[in-house]
């Protein structure tokens, strides 16, 4: 076998510090309502977006306003996926 000198060994899932507050709330025990809370937040902010775009924008402003509404449903998609694998991994 051989050894890696460059990079350090993997971390285990475990060992890795969680990177902000919502990450760590969704590996804790109530990870269900830190999800539900995250998406309702995320919900809120696209409903914002959308009502200020259905107002109307400059045109200089409105790739900004597609763009976060593209990072919102990123943003529910992931929470989504490790609900999935949590949901998978506690089965």
């Excluded at 899932?13 to 025990?29: F, R």
């Excluded at 539900?36 to 306003?65: C, H, M, N, W």
Aim: net charge positive.
């Amino acid at each position: 076998m051989k050894t890696n000198l460059i990079l350090p060994p993997a971390l285990q899932q475990s060992q890795m510090p969680a990177l902000s507050e919502l990450e760590a709330g969704l590996a804790g025990p109530a990870a269900a309502e830190v999800r539900a809370a995250a998406l309702a937040r995320i919900g809120a902010l696209e409903l914002r977006l959308k009502q200020t775009l259905d107002r109307g924008v400059p045109s200089k402003d409105f790739s900004q306003y597609s763009e976060l509404l593209a990072a919102c449903q990123a943003s529910r998609e992931v929470l989504q996926i490790v609900a999935r694998a949590t949901n998978l991994a506690g089965a």
